[in-house]
């Protein structure tokens, strides 16, 4: 059983079969000695593949991007979800809807932190419907830099997410994966580790 | 000089009498480095007070928040600025108006997180009319939890925040202090330093 499933089966609560709160630790409370092992976990897995920038969309994924981005020993730049209130050149746009939520929002970020040199790791605290997810690698992709990958904490995989980024070539690492949620209920996906 | 004070000057951009722009260090592409180093400068400053958490507002505090929590070994606790959908009496609530920026909007905080066993240092970016820092006091006091203090990366002297905070009672901490703006300099408050 890895960390962060532990934790979630001591500290998470299950309300339905989609509604997984993490308040305690990740979203409202945050653990920072668990955040900081966390980071260091996803920067293992992408060590060695010439990651220049971490990116997170503005909240949730702060606290996970910036402990992955010090351990990588490289910046993270947060996607900020404010609208530019002055047209400008320096900023790339995108807009993004959230089917699940009903609102749609403008993710920027500057040309002055993403361009053609970068490698990009984006990090976030949930995948589900993988729609932020898609605005990032769109925006990113906006500015000429290449994407890393995607990690996120928790992954939802009955939802389709993974898919979605998988068939645009992106590789998904995720450090929880949750098979099925019930009322009460939190099931992760069984995956056979070897170790030594 | 200070660290940070040496990064401002480095990187900062003066753009009127009233705005710092440290987008490429604080609040748009964040150094993880020099944050790990901020926190532990603030955490140095608060050891021994008996913090019990760390909160900082959502979300360009969370970074400093995160490392200085990590420093003292304490969880972090967002406030959020979402209403809540649904009466809560596990909820504390608070309305925020922002003169500044001509919007209001609601702080909130579970009581999970914090209670009358608690002793809260505050972490934000920037100091400087105080309003957000006067609404997270009125907060985590609902909470009856007390206050170990106000810690922020740059402080805005020429603005009323510190004096709103120490009048009531708050010992405020500050990394950079800017004494006065124009486009183009930046101008610390100067303090006498003894140092062996």
Chains 1, 2 share one sequence.
Do not use: W
Not at 93 to 113: A, N, P, R, W
Request: with cysteine; net charge negative.
């Amino acid at each position: 059983m890895k960390l962060l499933e532990e934790k979630i089966l001591a500290e998470g609560i299950a309300e339905s079969d989609s509604i997984l709160k993490v308040d305690s630790f990740i979203n409202h409370q945050i653990d920072p000695a668990l955040m900081k092992q966390l980071g260091e976990e996803i920067a293992a897995h992408f060590t060695g593949k010439g990651i220049t920038r971490v990116a997170t969309i503005e909240s949730s994924g702060i606290a996970p991007a910036l402990m992955t981005a010090a351990a990588l020993g490289v910046p993270l730049v947060i996607l900020k979800k404010q609208p530019s209130k002055i047209l400008n050149q320096d900023l790339y746009q995108t807009v993004v809807t959230s089917y699940t939520k009903g609102v749609s929002y403008e993710l920027t970020v500057s040309s002055h932190f993403m361009n053609e040199n970068d490698h990009v790791l984006i990090v976030d605290d949930f995948l589900a419907n993988g729609e932020a997810a898609t605005g990032a690698i769109r925006l990113i992709r906006k500015s000429h830099a290449t994407i890393a990958g995607m990690a996120v904490l928790i992954e939802k995989t009955f939802q389709p997410g993974r898919e979605k980024l998988t068939e645009q070539g992106i590789d998904v690492f995720a450090l929880a994966r949750i098979a099925k949620l019930e009322p009460g209920m939190i099931q992760f996906v069984e995956e056979n580790i070897c170790q030594n």
